[in-house]
């Protein structure tokens, strides 16, 4: 993985001010760790999806997500006032959803995702 194929990516992508606004440092790091983070998967889904969810990880990472950061502390539901949410993603929620979605999608190899 590197920045040109992210940039690649990315160019057609909406909602991706965390990607373009980071340092090249910071962009291979996320690069490095969504791919460690992922690496599990690489078998299980052919290479295009594989890099797409590594890319929507990456994004994921440099943006931070307040939700999945409460459901790994554990928490299941948030209420404020007459507002509430239950977490119950049926996946990792070190995950990022859109990633997850590349790695559950159409194209799982053999064998499967749980």
Do not use: C
Not at 28 to 48: G, I
Not at 90 to 100: F, K, Q, T, Y
């Amino acid at each position: 993985m590197d920045i040109a194929s992210a940039n690649l990516y990315f160019t057609e992508r909406l909602n991706t001010t965390a990607w373009d606004n980071a340092s090249d440092a910071n962009k291979l790091k996320a690069l490095s760790q969504a791919e460690r983070e992922l690496e599990f998967y690489k078998d299980r889904v052919d290479m295009t999806r594989f890099y797409y969810a590594v890319y929507e990880q990456v994004l994921w990472l440099l943006t931070g997500d307040t939700r999945s950061e409460l459901q790994q502390a554990g928490v299941t539901a948030v209420s404020i006032g007459s507002t509430s949410e239950q977490y119950n993603p049926g996946h990792d929620v070190l995950i990022a959803p859109r990633a997850w979605f590349y790695l559950r999608g159409p194209f799982v190899k053999t064998g499967g995702l749980r």
